[in-house]
């Protein structure tokens, strides 16, 4: 008994030491949206979407909720915000090529309708972030404008 209550007495030291580290913020600034916002030019109802459901993994700016501050939920966080900017980064977007752009718009087309997008374990924390059938068609449908004006626009060779 006495070496359970030293290792439990040691495990708890760690996750006290443990919680004045964490990994890096994304707390970039919402400016570097703009240019993704000034290309694709979403309406308001869809801006105002992709501001709630899709920046905070999508982009260089998140809103972090109190939960960040314990690890080890920081650090799973920051590699679902890791992995959600590997993936589709509206602050990169002026870096793209038009093909890429697209292929992009089809991939945020295809999750959404299919609700893979946004993740159940990003809504659940975040109500907010529950597409309704008619918000997920006001996505899609912009999406789909976006992709018909890429499909007009020169491609290299």
């Known amino acids: 008994m006495k070496l359970l ?22 707390e970039g600034d919402m400016a570097s949206v703009e240019p993704f916002l000034a290309e694709t030019n979403p309406p308001a109802d869809v801006k105002a979407i992709l501001e709630e459901t899709c920046y ?24 679902h915000i890791e992995d959600g900017k590997k993936h589709f980064n509206v ?9 890429r752009k697209d292929h992009k718009f089809e991939e945020l087309i295809e999750m959404v309708e299919d609700k893979s997008m946004p993740l159940k374990s990003y809504t659940i924390t975040h109500g907010e972030a529950n597409l309704s ?6 996505v899609v449908d912009w999406a789909k404008l976006v992709r018909v004006k890429y499909s ?3 491609q290299p060779e």
């Open 5 to 26: 209550k030293k290792i439990l007495l040691a495990l708890l030291v760690l996750i006290v030491i443990a919680q004045f580290f964490g990994p890096e913020k994304n």
């Open 91 to 99: 602050s990169n977007w002026v870096g793209n090529s038009v093909k």
């Open 56 to 79: 905070d993994c999508h982009s260089d700016f998140t809103r972090y909720p109190w939960y960040n501050n314990i690890t080890p939920v920081n650090y799973w966080l920051a590699e």
């Open 152 to 154: 007009m626009m020169p």
């Open 133 to 138: 059938e008619d918000q997920i068609k006001a």
